[in-house]
Every structure is written in structure tokens, then in C-alpha cells.
């Protein structure tokens, strides 16, 4: 579990194949400290599970269900993806619940910059359509943010310059992909409502 609070970046240092999969390497962040295997981080949204690290990266194996839900299957060396450790009891919980189970991949529609902030307009898959609401939560890279606006095909957030400083949203521009997970909540409803015939399904 993670909340989308995201206070680093890491870069991909090497991609190999693996079989159906791929092995990846990202930089390992200064603040990551006492790592484990078999821990989880999440990147750019994705809950990963740490294979091996050393001081200066950490190693996973993305599966291809990973690949076929993200834009991870387009990764390049020196791509920037966010990075979260998993949340302990002891924490915070700042954002939302976020599980890094990212659902769809969603394209950058247009980024405009405001005297504070900036506002992005995403695409909105078809098959997320109802789960997407105003001001409800929602998980773009992994970053808990607040839908400000919605429609059939699209809908916005707008990114205060902290989270723009700290992420790698200051890099995507239009036509860009990113990864995207609605907020659990509303799967639990959603789910309730065509239980009891209140969504056509």
C-alpha cells in the first residue's frame, strides 16, 4: 500500500529481456535506506518487488501483465520514473490509498501552466469512465492528486509546484504516456451498485 506521496525520482540505468518480462535497474535514491528483498516500491505507480540492490541501484522484474497495463513496455534507459516505498503502520497517511496496481495506460492531452501550478488534461480510457469523478482521488505516475474536471474521453488535474519540483510530471508533454490507477473506493462501490442492479453492466 502507498499513499502517492512522492518525494523521489529515480532513472533507469539498464534493461535486459526476461523471458515474457523484462529486468530492470533504476537508480537507487540516498533516502532509500535499509532496502530488503522482497519489499515493495512502487514506480511511476507500479507496485514492484525489489529483487536485488547495492548502493548505488535497485534491481526488479517487470511481468507481462506489468508491461501490457503500463507504459513500461516503451522504457528506455534514462527514462524518470517517481518512486514510493511502501507505507508502515507508523507513517503518515498523507494523499490516498494508492495499491500500484496501475489499470490503464492514459495519454497527456495538454499541460497548461497557471500563475501556481500547472493543469493537465489526461485522455479517460472508456472502461474508466465511471470510476473518474470530480474531485474525487485519483493516481497519475503514482502521485495522489484531485480530479478538478471530467468528461466522456478526458479529465484534469491540477499539480501545485512542489509536486511539479519532485516528480516526473515537469517531463511529460503532450502526447506522452503515463500510468494511471482510480481510487480503490470506488471500485468497492461501483461493484456494490451493479450487485444490487444499480449499474447496467
Given at each position: 500500500?502507498?499513499?502517492?506521496i512522492?518525494?523521489?525520482?529515480?532513472?533507469v540505468?539498464?534493461?535486459e529481456?526476461?523471458?515474457?518480462?523484462?529486468?530492470?535497474?533504476?537508480t537507487?535514491p540516498?533516502?532509500f535506506?535499509?532496502?530488503?528483498?522482497?519489499?515493495?516500491?512502487?514506480?511511476?505507480?507500479?507496485?514492484?518487488?525489489?529483487?536485488?540492490?547495492?548502493?548505488?541501484?535497485?534491481?526488479f522484474?517487470?511481468?507481462?501483465?506489468?508491461?501490457?497495463?503500463?507504459?513500461?513496455?516503451?522504457?528506455?534507459?534514462?527514462?524518470?520514473?517517481?518512486?514510493?516505498?511502501?507505507?508502515?503502520?507508523?507513517?503518515?497517511?498523507?494523499?490516498?490509498?494508492?495499491?500500484?496496481?496501475?489499470?490503464a495506460?492514459?495519454?497527456?492531452?495538454?499541460?497548461?501552466?497557471?500563475?501556481?501550478?500547472?493543469?493537465?488534461?489526461?485522455?479517460l480510457?472508456?472502461?474508466l469512465?465511471?470510476?473518474?469523478?470530480?474531485?474525487?482521488?485519483?493516481?497519475?505516475?503514482?502521485?495522489?492528486?484531485?480530479?478538478?474536471?471530467?468528461?466522456?474521453?478526458?479529465f484534469?488535474?491540477?499539480?501545485?509546484?512542489?509536486?511539479?519540483?519532485?516528480?516526473?510530471?515537469?517531463?511529460?508533454?503532450?502526447?506522452?504516456?503515463?500510468?494511471?490507477?482510480?481510487?480503490?473506493?470506488?471500485?468497492?462501490?461501483?461493484?456494490?451498485?451493479?450487485?444490487?442492479?444499480?449499474?447496467?453492466?
Amino acid at each position: 500500500m502507498f499513499t502517492g506521496i512522492i518525494k523521489e525520482t529515480v532513472s533507469v540505468k539498464e534493461i535486459e529481456e526476461a523471458g515474457e518480462g523484462l529486468r530492470v535497474s533504476v537508480t537507487r535514491p540516498q533516502s532509500f535506506e535499509e532496502l530488503s528483498k522482497g519489499e515493495s516500491i512502487s514506480l511511476s505507480g507500479v507496485c514492484l518487488t525489489v529483487e536485488a540492490f547495492d548502493s548505488g541501484s535497485i534491481s526488479f522484474f517487470l511481468a507481462e501483465e506489468t508491461l501490457e497495463k503500463s507504459w513500461f513496455s516503451k522504457l528506455e534507459e534514462g527514462d524518470e520514473m517517481n518512486a514510493e516505498r511502501a507505507l508502515r503502520p507508523q507513517d503518515r497517511m498523507g494523499g490516498h490509498i494508492v495499491q500500484g496496481h496501475v489499470e490503464a495506460v492514459s495519454e497527456v492531452l495538454d499541460v497548461e501552466e497557471l500563475e501556481e501550478g500547472w493543469n493537465m488534461t489526461f485522455s479517460l480510457p472508456d472502461d474508466l469512465q465511471d470510476l473518474v469523478v470530480y474531485k474525487g482521488f485519483i493516481a497519475v505516475e503514482g502521485i495522489s492528486l484531485t480530479v478538478t474536471d471530467v468528461t466522456e474521453d478526458s479529465f484534469s488535474v491540477t499539480v501545485i509546484p512542489e509536486t511539479w519540483r519532485e516528480t516526473n510530471l515537469s517531463d511529460r508533454y503532450e502526447g506522452d504516456k503515463i500510468n494511471i490507477e482510480t481510487d480503490m473506493m470506488g471500485k468497492y462501490v461501483k461493484k456494490m451498485m451493479e450487485g444490487r442492479g444499480g449499474i447496467d453492466g
